[in-house]
């Protein structure tokens, strides 16, 4: 949540609502009950000062925001979104500048820890962009339920062993209970590659914050918190497209998995290649446009099948495209 001035006013005023209600509770048996004076003064001056901390302790999160952001964004880190990021390059100015201060937010208060790798800054970032992406457009969301972000250098499997080849290993999880509850685990190479082409209905970090997304209703259960109204026609859209046969559907295969996964997947689809998502699956973009609260289609416009590549891994135009339609580069994704 970025600190604008009504959500400092109203951060100010709970906080100091409870710490008075709090206050009112410890003293008020203390000045009846109390019989020596200077027993009555001192628990009113502990009544006072636990209620002091309650304040600052309900208003330490807004205040240290209000803190961060007074820093200007680095010009390095914006060029990093501005370079990698398709969502990004879409913003208006005004739009770019809430996206830095919500990654600003996010990685202050969001440790993002190597395992057995090292990580630069583009790597920070994109994690970042990852998170605030889904939830651009939604100010109140607070990814509460997230304490750490793991970063392996390749795939792994469920008790996170590393693979550096195993095809069927996870790029990505997200903890719900026991030892990894609170933690989400991202592949390093996984999450560069989901960067690296847009329109390719495929980012991990989209897909992992997605269900982060889906558990904010409590559980992670393919239902996103929509309005009531909405959550019917989502479960039946869900299941019909569920029963279809996967080679009949071009939603990615790993959607068919189960409700949760295909919420993630669908999500991926819908900020990769909402173009194709709108016009294949209206009714299912309508609902996610809904969830989102964006216009992924009329945001991207033009840049759906815009491809964001590096020196390392370039493409010549008489190579195959990257994106897998079997066309050269330069007939496909090129033009």
């Known amino acids: 949540m970025i600190p604008t001035k009504q959500r400092i006013a109203s951060n100010l005023k709970y906080a100091a609502v409870v710490a008075g209600l709090l206050a009112v509770i410890c003293i008020t048996p203390t000045l009846i009950f109390a019989e020596s004076p200077i027993t009555r003064w001192v628990l009113v001056g502990?009544?006072?000062?636990?209620?002091?901390?309650?304040?600052?302790f309900g208003t330490r999160t807004m205040r240290q925001r209000v803190k961060l952001l007074s820093e200007p964004f680095p010009p390095k880190w914006r060029a990093i979104f501005q370079q990698r990021?398709?969502?990004?390059?879409?913003?208006?100015?005004?739009?770019?500048?809430?996206?830095?201060?919500?990654?600003?937010?996010?990685?202050?208060?969001?440790?993002?820890?190597?395992?057995?790798?090292?990580?630069?800054?583009?790597?920070?970032?994109?994690?970042?962009?990852?998170?605030?992406?889904?939830?651009?457009?939604?100010?109140?969301?607070?990814?509460?339920?997230?304490?750490?972000?793991l970063i392996y250098p390749y795939s792994f499997d469920a008790t996170v062993q590393l693979d550096p080849s195993g095809p069927l290993m996870a790029s990505g999880m997200v903890g719900t209970q026991g030892t990894f509850g609170g933690l989400m685990v991202l592949s390093k190479r996984d999450l560069l590659?989901?960067?690296?082409?847009?329109?390719?209905?495929?980012?991990?970090?989209i897909h992992e914050f997605a269900h982060l997304f889906d558990k904010a209703d409590g559980s992670v259960d393919g239902i996103p918190p929509l309005p009531p109204e909405c959550i019917g026609p989502w479960q039946e859209i869900m299941q019909k497209e569920l029963e279809r046969c996967v080679d009949d559907s071009d939603i990615p295969e790993y959607g068919f998995t189960n409700e949760q996964e295909f919420f993630a997947?669908?999500?991926?689809?819908?900020?990769?290649?909402?173009?194709?998502?709108?016009d294949k699956h209206p009714e299912l973009y309508k609902l996610l446009e809904r969830t989102f609260a964006q216009d992924t289609r009329k945001r991207f416009g033009g840049l759906v099948k815009r491809i964001i590549r590096f020196a390392k891994r370039d493409t010549g135009r008489n190579s195959p495209c990257p994106c897998g339609s079997g066309k050269k580069y330069k007939k496909c994704c090129l033009e």
């Not at 989901?194 to 970090?205: L, P």
Request: aromatic content about 14%; overall charge negative.
């Open 46 to 56: 502990v009544g006072l000062l636990v209620s002091w901390w309650v304040y600052s």
């Open 85 to 149: 990021v398709a969502f990004f390059g879409c913003l208006s100015d005004e739009e770019k500048d809430r996206f830095c201060q919500m990654a600003q937010i996010f990685l202050a208060e969001k440790p993002i820890t190597p395992i057995k790798c090292e990580i630069d800054q583009t790597v920070r970032l994109l994690v970042a962009a990852s998170a605030v992406i889904p939830v651009f457009s939604l100010p109140n969301f607070e990814y509460d339920m997230l304490g750490e972000v």
């Open 193 to 205: 590659r989901g960067f690296e082409i847009h329109g390719d209905k495929h980012n991990v970090g």
């Open 265 to 278: 997947v669908v999500s991926e689809y819908f900020f990769e290649a909402p173009k194709k998502l709108a």
